[in-house]
């Protein structure tokens, strides 16, 4: 959930600093389609109840084939799914513990490899063991919010992000998207944040592990799955807004005497997102934002899309941004 927001602001940083606001009207699309997706499977659990999911929706209407189909195309979404999550959340450890750097094959192959052996000891043990991680996570993300809440509409605290201080300036040739080539953009950042509605169908396929009444089970909890994706999604993009986060696409250039040229520094990137707010809101400080005066090394992800310098001087053929 944490990865979707990201991208959404990640891919929109393409265009500039101009096109952020689009955030607000991706989110709330990725939350309507979540709803939409939501609703129908929980009419699923109900008509086919025994956990067979799409493949059996598919097969009892369709044919074999196009349940073979729907398999296949389920195995490649479980396979992404995984990849997608682990990598997401490593990248957000590492961020938090740069001691990490260099390990996240490692360390990601590792936890695929913990994930199926506690999944082939059967749906309930495995839900039961990863039920803490998932509940903590939702507390951090939902209390996180509130906290940032409370701090702005009731003490008027002023949150800025660690990349607040910069300025997005937009790639080559991005710097006036309009007409069909912003809607490209939309259409690009509208499927990135759709990583929110990866593993929505893994309910509808343990139907039978529920408790009786085993498909008004599953539908509340579908129910209830996506009301807290949509709230931490649009939570974490609200915070990204109100802190004036900035995720760019790769590492500053600093370009002074005597500075380490970006590409060949060594260590930890760009914080993630949710790390940002997480220091900011929480910690009450800017975490490892720049600051060029002090000369200080701020390492940004080297990711595709705009890019952020502290330094002055001629900027790559790349997407940029400068200190206020």
Not at 236 to 254: E, F, H, V, Y
Request: charged share 10%.
């Amino acid at each position: 959930m944490a990865y979707a927001p990201e991208q959404i602001f990640l891919s929109l940083s393409v265009a500039g600093i101009a096109t952020i606001h689009f955030s607000w009207w991706v989110g709330g699309v990725v939350a309507l389609v979540m709803l939409v997706v939501v609703a129908s499977y929980r009419q699923n659990v109900h008509a086919y109840p025994s956990g067979g999911g799409d493949y059996e929706v598919a097969t009892v209407n369709l044919g074999a084939n196009a349940g073979l189909t729907v398999a296949a195309a389920l195995m490649v979404d479980y396979v992404l799914t995984v990849a997608v999550s682990t990598t997401s959340g490593v990248a957000n450890l590492v961020s938090a513990v740069p001691s990490l750097h260099g390990h996240e094959v490692a360390i990601s192959v590792t936890l695929v490899i913990l994930l199926m052996g506690m999944n082939l000891r059967g749906v309930r043990e495995s839900g039961t063991a990863f039920a803490i991680p998932t509940y903590g996570f939702m507390i951090g993300i939902l209390g996180l919010a509130a906290y940032a809440a409370l701090r702005k509409f009731a003490f008027g605290t002023q949150m800025h992000a660690a990349s607040a201080g910069f300025h997005l300036v937009a790639a080559p040739g991005h710097s006036n998207v309009a007409g069909l080539a912003m809607v490209f953009l939309l259409l690009k950042t509208f499927s990135s944040g759709c990583a929110a509605l990866t593993g929505v169908e893994a309910i509808s396929n343990g139907v039978p592990a529920f408790r009786k009444p085993k498909s008004k089970n599953a539908a509340t909890t579908l129910l209830m799955m996506a009301v807290m994706a949509v709230i931490m999604m649009i939570s974490i993009i609200w915070m990204g807004n109100l802190t004036g986060l900035k995720m760019a696409g790769s590492k500053p250039a600093d370009r002074r005497p005597g500075r380490v040229p970006a590409e060949d520094r060594a260590g930890p990137d760009q914080p993630g997102g949710v790390q940002q707010l997480h220091a900011r809101v929480l910690l009450h400080r800017r975490g490892h934002r720049p600051d060029p005066g002090a000369g200080r090394q701020h390492r940004l992800q080297r990711l595709p899309g705009a890019r952020l310098d502290p330094g002055p001087g001629p900027l790559p053929a790349a997407a940029a941004a400068h200190p206020r």
